[in-house]
């Protein structure tokens, strides 16, 4: 008396299959939305590079930080100044993840788009929808 049936790596696509569907890569070798252009891809360009500036600030900045508090010798006004520079470094990579992740639960919730607020779409004339 077996209480535990068999389970299989594959099967033979059968009801089982069809009760969770297929799973799409999300691997798209496209380069973006190719219609869209003007002010809509500047600004997305805009909000992208000042992204990633922000992020290697804040890291470069908390490797000078950490260099500060190894080259402090522990003298405590060093020390204290190499700390408030870490935590500042790490407050701004935080915000920045939280920025991201309202965006996007904004956009979910409101817009039913979760990229809606990240990558907006300009409608007007010339464009592709």
């Known amino acids: 008396m077996n209480l535990i049936p068999p389970v299989y790596a594959q099967t033979d696509g059968g009801a089982a299959d069809s009760m969770f569907g297929n799973i799409d890569s ?11 252009s003007g002010p ?18 804040a890291f470069i900045n908390l490797i000078i930080a950490g260099y500060l508090y190894i080259a402090s ?23 920045m993840v939280i920025s991201f992740t309202l965006a996007i639960i904004i956009g979910e919730l ?20």
């Open 73 to 95: 010798s522990g003298d405590p006004k060093q020390t204290v100044v190499a700390w408030q520079k870490i935590y500042l470094s790490l407050i701004g990579l935080v915000i």
């Open 110 to 129: 409101l817009l039913d788009d979760p990229t809606a607020i990240l990558s907006p779409t300009i409608y007007g004339p010339g464009t592709c929808d």
């Open 40 to 57: 809509t891809l500047f600004f997305s360009n805009i909000i992208k590079l000042l992204i990633v500036a922000a992020g290697l600030f």
């Open 26 to 36: 999300p691997y798209s070798p496209s380069l973006g939305d190719l219609c869209a």
